[in-house]
């Protein structure tokens, strides 16, 4: 296996990525091929198996990031007089509004602060209190904090109320527990390039098969329509345009080393263990997380910045890029922070070789305490 000189990506994605997933893109293959034809056919049946949808469910791929997914989903399931109610605490929540403004579909925003899980007691008061609501939206690990937010209990209220539920997925898909089973949803979006381990270039829904046979026309674009990808994919098995065939090859390979790994509860195990190691060790630098650990996604962890004037982030970001290892700036509205991932093909090792860096970065910089300021504090508290 050659060596890479490739930094560690602790960050959302694109993550670091095992040799193999790579070397599966080493060939050529026409989009019409039989080996493509049975392997994009294997792909979507393991995607729907990993939430165990195999009798309800039917798994659309699309090309593109994740956010083409969710917008090919939302303007394919929500009818064009329909409306959404989005929980948001996070700016995945709040893209889908953005979504919504733009393709034309009414919705409304229940919101929480960024470092506070969605409110499932203010989701049953609002499905009582507004009939035209047809659909839920809901995102399981707001990656903007890496808050998780209780998913089974908002799934519950939205089906007592028969409505809808949409979930954004793209940040906890084959790591986060999610079963089509306890977990009623009409449609769960997510990527290659995440918790899957494979490279990026497309997305994915896993839909009711119902509610998209009934979703013919409702779509506000061509290349965006849910439907018209699977109709066509099931009539000759093929893309109905150039399919990403290399990320697809990709795919299929990180999958096979998601099933040899033990599949969902066994990638929790490793990135919750990776996480647990990077707290830790924060914690003994002076960091402070932002969210409480029950609030904690084993996914992407928030630390507020220090106080301490010694530390720039640009400056500790660029330090550690030379070490070998990318973390991310912070996103949240209310809180100076920056944030590290802990997804991706990587081990306890690689967590540990970060800690390093981050300590040695701290002493090259002068930085003597990572307390963050006292104030000003988060919403919440
Ligand atoms: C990554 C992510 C997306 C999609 O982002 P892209 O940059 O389009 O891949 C959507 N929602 C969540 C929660 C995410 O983490």
Partial sequence: MPEFQDPVLLTPGPLTTSYQT???MLHDWGSRDGEFVTMNARVRRRLLGIVHAEETHVCVPIQGSGTFAVEATLGTLIPR???ALILVNGAYGHRMAKI???????HAILETPEDVANDVAALD????GDSAITHVLAVQCETTSGILNPIEAIAQTVARHGRKLLIDAMSAFGALPLDAADVPFEAVM?????CLEGVPGLGFAIVERTALEAAAGNAHSLALDLHGQWTAMEGNGQWRFT???????????????????GGQPFRHARYAENCRI???GMRALGFNPLLSPELQAPIIITFHIPQDPAFVFPNFYDRLRTKGYVIYPGKLTVADSFRIGCI??????????ALRAIDDTLRDMGVRRCAPAPVPQMASS
């Fill in 125 to 128: 008061a609002a499905l009582s």
């Fill in 344 to 353: 991706g093909n990587l081990s306890s090792d690689a967590i540990r070789g």
């Fill in 278 to 280: 990077l707290i830790e």
């Fill in 100 to 106: 919504l403004s733009v393709i034309g579909r009414d």
């Fill in 22 to 24: 790579k070397a599966a």
């Fill in 81 to 83: 007089d329909g409306k």
């Fill in 190 to 194: 997510a990527s290659s390039n995440k």
């Fill in 243 to 261: 399919p990403p065939t290399h990320v697809l090859f990709a795919l299929d390979k990180a999958l096979d080393q998601f099933e040899a790994e």
